[in-house]
């Protein structure tokens, strides 16, 4: 039972590239959540999906996009990277269970 | 404007002491209230949550809510140099989507 799986551990995106961050969970859990955490920062909610099909936006959606098709999957998409999402991005699911993170550098 | 506020510390406490986290919050409707403990590059890991007014007990941590006050707090009895990390205190809002507006984190510091 893995919990909530995160991939890409770390990622160096030159600005103006895209990547998606991949989280995916075992759980059942219909609720999932993007988190931001800057250095010596709390985290800040990005975007949220309370199941298949349904999601909306957080506290600081601007620069990202997120889909959820499947119940285990809630992938998030940042199209045009800027230095400004240099950060470590988390998936959790309900239950606050949180995944390993992702560190994202934008140079 | 939503806040969830801590002091940044750090804490410091000898081996075997209490450890005092404390956490302020602004929305009043809040239902839900949570703490997690952060290691040093590694991702937030719940340890207590706190619903009704009052104490709660789970081991070696006690949270205590006060809504009226607008309070949380989160005490560690005998502190072990494991203990040391950063104690995040997050607040729910938004009703059933259960979505958590953290604050910055309190630095404990634990020493032998």
């Known amino acids: 039972n893995a919990g909530v799986t995160q991939t890409p551990k770390f990622r160096i995106l030159k600005i103006g590239q895209s990547m998606t961050l991949q989280c995916t969970q075992d759980?059942?859990?219909?609720?999932m959540y993007w988190y931001r955490q800057d250095p010596g920062m709390g985290l800040k909610l990005i975007y949220y999906?309370?199941?298949?099909?349904?999601?909306d936006k957080g506290e600081v959606p601007n620069g990202y996009n997120v889909s959820r098709s499947t119940t285990e999957d809630f992938p998030l998409r940042l199209e045009l990277a800027a230095p400004s999402q240099t950060s470590v991005y988390f998936c959790?699911?309900?239950?606050?269970?949180f995944g390993s993170g992702t560190r994202l550098t934008v140079v | 404007q939503k806040e969830v506020e801590q002091n940044s510390g750090p804490l410091s406490v000898p081996e075997g002491a209490i450890a005092s986290l404390n956490c302020t919050y602004s929305?009043?409707?809040?239902?839900?209230f949570f703490w997690y403990r952060q290691y040093s590059g590694k991702s937030p890991e719940l340890i207590m949550s706190i619903y009704s007014n009052g104490d709660k007990e789970d081991g070696r941590f006690t949270a205590q809510l006060n809504k009226a006050s607008q309070y949380v707090s989160l005490l560690i009895r005998d502190s072990q140099p494991s203990d040391s990390a950063t104690y995040l205190c997050a607040v729910s809002y938004g009703g059933a989507t259960n979505k958590l507006i953290f604050g910055t984190g309190t630095l404990l510091a634990v020493q032998p």
């Open positions: 759980m059942n859990h219909n609720y």
């Open positions: 959790a699911s309900y239950g606050y269970t």
């Open positions: 929305d009043r409707v809040s239902q839900s």
């Open positions: 999906s309370v199941g298949a099909g349904i999601t």
